[in-house]
């Protein structure tokens, strides 16, 4: 067994003094743990021990380089190892689970398998497989292009044959796809219908990148499990996201790390224009979807321009920027983004749950900028940083 010794934990329970003991992966004990000889010790005194982040919307084969477009056609190979790079970054931040909502090939799956096996070091992956999109629509060229309901059923199902942990879609146009109308639906009702259906003989959740009011309403009435942006949410939207209880991704990072660079930095003309026109509907979304009480699962579109992997705990800033508390932004990025996910024994330091642990030097309840300054990262039981 190896103890964190000393430290105070801090997680959606709150703040108590307590050790934390390890062993095969598992949190096994928290309070007063005695060691034998054979035990190993780190010592955290006046040191939080919290759980790992879950960023539940990163795209692994992306850098956030300012155009997106250039990495189409690269090799597989490079890919890969740009994949491998992110994995990494993200663990080193105190990301100990993403979800990777989109994906060239098999590339997300593979990296998910990668890392479970020990190939690599990364933090647990669950993938998506292929973007299903219509013809030409937003990320067709890393997506699976269908047409029509029963296209849209078959593009689902061979995600699924792939091993996907979520199936994820194109709802409207977006901000990075030249040409594509940020607010105006994509795919129609029936072939979000039709993609719901195929998830759920799985029982696998769904999630649907949505910015304009009607392709979110659309979601949301055909059982989407996940809102990915949110963006032109309004107060009925968020009511109706409320009561069926569809989760909301914001991903505020995508669109700040695009205005607060602009042109200037190479991101595309069209991208910041459609990101500026965006950004204040993005900002009155939090106002509606917190009166409603949306729930809501911390993500952040990492690999979008300048949104580095690196950088993903500034996602809880924001978040605390835009009207969350920190106890709710945490809450985000554990315990409601675990949910999101279907994990259960994630986001909690509690007797049972996976060690997937990090160490902080000050309370994030008090300073959500805290999450930014870690000293010891734990991912399945392993000490990693």
């Known amino acids: 067994m190896h103890v964190l010794r000393g430290g105070r934990v801090v997680d959606v329970d709150g703040v108590r003094e307590a050790d934390v003991g390890i062993e ?76 990777d909502l989109g994906a060239r090939d098999s590339l997300a799956l593979d990296a998910a398998r990668a890392v479970e096996r020990g190939v690599v070091e990364g933090p647990r992956v669950l993938a998506a497989g292929q973007n299903v999109v219509m013809t030409g629509g937003h990320g067709h060229w890393f997506g699976r292009e269908a047409d029509g309901a029963t296209a849209v059923r078959r593009a689902a199902r061979e995600q699924l044959k792939r091993g996907a942990d979520v199936v994820k879609c194109m709802a409207t146009g977006g901000v990075l796809t030249e040409g594509a109308n940020t607010g105006l639906p994509e795919l129609t009702p029936a072939e979000l219908e039709a993609l719901v259906d195929a998830a759920a003989s799985k029982d696998v959740p769904t999630a649907a990148h949505a910015h304009g009011k009607e392709g979110i309403e659309n979601a949301v009435r055909a059982g989407i499990t996940s809102v990915e942006h ?12 409320a009561d ?26 069209e991208a910041v224009a459609k990101a500026e026109a965006a950004v204040d509907a993005h900002e009155r979304a939090f106002e509606h979807a917190l009166d409603a009480g949306v729930p809501i699962a911390m993500g952040t579109d990492a690999g979008t321009p300048f949104n580095f992997f690196t950088d993903i705990p500034q996602e809880l800033d924001l978040l605390v920027d835009r009207g969350l508390t920190p106890e709710h932004a945490l809450e985000a990025a554990t315990v409601a983004a675990a949910d999101l996910l279907g994990l259960d024994d994630v986001g909690t330091v509690a007797e049972g749950a996976r060690a997937d642990l990090v160490v902080l030097t000050e309370n994030p309840l008090e300073d959500v900028r805290a999450w930014r300054h870690l000293t010891t990262v734990v991912a399945d039981g392993d000490v990693v940083r």
Do not use: C, Q
């Open 24 to 99: 095969d992966g598992r949190i096994v004990a928290v309070g007063d743990v005695d060691v034998d000889e054979d035990d190993t010790e780190t010592d955290v005194s006046g040191k939080f021990v919290a759980p790992g982040l879950i960023d539940a919307h990163v795209h692994l084969m992306m850098d956030g380089r300012p155009d997106m477009s250039t990495i189409e056609g690269e090799s597989e190979a490079t890919a890969a190892y740009r994949v491998a790079a992110n994995l990494e970054a993200a663990l080193d931040a105190g990301v100990t689970t993403v979800r």
């Open 230 to 241: 949110g963006t032109f949410m309004d107060r009925e939207t968020a009511e109706s996201m």
């Open 244 to 269: 069926h209880g569809t989760y909301w991704v914001p991903t505020t990072a995508a669109l700040t790390g695009i205005v607060d660079n602009g042109v200037e930095a190479g991101i595309p003309a």
